[in-house]
Each structure stands twice: as C-alpha cells, then as structure tokens.
C-alpha cells in the first residue's frame, strides 16, 4: 500500500479550472518529484494535500485512511522560509511542537536534539536576519520535519539559493531522508534538481494540469549520455 495516495484530484479555483484528475503516489521513503510549468497548478495540490484547499473531486488517502480536507497530517513548506524574524532559530523550529500542545520548555529540549543533526547546533540563539540562506531553509526544513516527520511537502525550498548553496543543499537533503526515513513530495521547476534527488518524477501538463508521464529512475547513477537523453525528453515532454 502506497504512503500516501492522491487520487483524481480536480479543483477550480474562480474560473480558472487548475487542476484535472491527477492522481499520483508516493511509498515510504521515497522522494518523488514533480515538474511542470508555472502555473499549472502544483502549488494548488499541494493546499489540497495538506488538507488547506478541499478538491472538487477526489480524495488524499494517508496509510490506506481518507485525509481529504484534514489538517495536520503531513508537513508543507512553502517556498519562503516564513521563519518569524522576532524569534530565535530555536525557537522558530519549537513552533509545531508547541502548536501540538506540547510545554514551551518540553518543545524547546526536543528541538535541541534535532539541531545538530541539522547543522543548526551553534545557530540556536541566532534570529534568521544573522543566518546565510541555506541555514534559512535548513531551519525551515527541521521546523517542517517537526510538524509531521514521515511525510513532507516541499515546494521549491531551494530556489531562491544560489547554484553552489543549492547543491550543498541537494546532498544535504538527501542524507537526512536517509538518516529519517522520511517521504518526500518536491516540486521544481529545475529538470537537473528533479533528477538529481527523484526516485520518481511526475510531469504535469500546463493548467489544468495533468499528469502527462510517470519516470522511474534507476538507483544507479545515470551515465553522462543517459542523463542528457532522458533530460532532453523531459523538456520535450513539457513543450508538448
């Protein structure tokens, strides 16, 4: 049985008809990935999966059980680090444990065992406007991870990071799925990002979207000339 399973999901936000029967799975410890173009609709899907945005049709099933517009169950985080500029690295990543009902102190000790985990150890009293970009997001990644560890939703957390920081963090975020045995759902606009960190690719046609094709990668690394082909054919499938 898949980790989380969506299934025929169609939304229209006003008049604009966003999303069409997609459906798409992701099996524990996977990172699967999806591409498409702007404004096709991923960021909607995700609102819906996280239970923000109810579907017009169709349903989020989590373990086999319906979580269609129900809060609480997976972690998102969005392309902004939204971490609060007033508060400490610390206690910026103790927010979903508080918001769990969880004691401030209590929250704050769980946290601490996270931080070094995360590269964050000697950054805990630091407030966000002192950390580089990629500390930002590593902040944000552990907050999100607090809020639901097994699965996350991750929309573009890199983009605004530069190409070297980016990569760094490409490693990074693999090693933790690694080490937390965590499913991750990943959108990108960036064909090279989704190949170097997809078990799977979804790619979505231009609003309303659809799932056009499903690519499997083999768990070896692709030699310089497969790379390229199958890079090459997931442009052409997004020009189509």
């Not at 229209?12 to 173009?37: A, Y």
């Not at 809060?71 to 206690?91: A, C, E, F, N, W």
């Not at 769990?100 to 769980?110: E, L, M």
């Not at 991750?184 to 094709?213: C, G, N, W």
Request: with cysteine.
């Amino acid at each position: 049985m898949a980790h989380i399973r969506v299934c025929n999901i169609s939304k229209t936000l006003g008049k604009v008809h966003t999303l069409d029967h997609i459906s798409l799975e992701i099996n524990n410890n996977e990172f699967v990935v999806i591409v498409g173009p702007s404004g096709c609709g991923k960021s909607t899907l995700f609102n819906i999966m996280s239970g923000l945005m109810p579907p017009d049709q169709g349903r989020v099933e989590i373990d086999g059980v319906d979580w269609t517009g129900r809060t609480g169950r997976v972690s998102y985080m969005q392309q902004k680090d939204l971490l609060l500029p007033s508060r400490t690295i610390l206690d910026n990543v103790s927010i979903p444990l508080q918001l769990k009902g969880i004691a401030k102190n209590q929250a704050r000790q769980t946290a601490v065992q996270y931080l070094a985990e995360f590269g964050l150890e000697e950054f805990s009293h630091h407030y966000p406007r002192q950390l580089s970009g990629g500390m930002r997001q590593k902040a944000a990644l552990l907050r999100t991870y607090l809020f639901a560890s097994d699965i996350l939703l991750l929309d573009e957390p890199f983009a605004s990071l530069d190409a070297i920081t980016r990569r760094k963090m490409h490693l990074w975020l693999k090693e933790m799925q690694n080490r937390y045995h965590c499913s991750i759902l990943f959108i990108t606009h960036d064909i090279e990002e989704a190949l170097m960190l997809a078990d799977r690719i979804y790619l979505f046609s231009a609003r309303p979207a659809q799932v056009k094709q499903e690519i499997k990668l083999s768990p070896q690394e692709l030699s310089p000339v497969q790379h390229q082909h199958l890079k090459s054919s997931i442009i052409q499938q997004l020009e189509q």
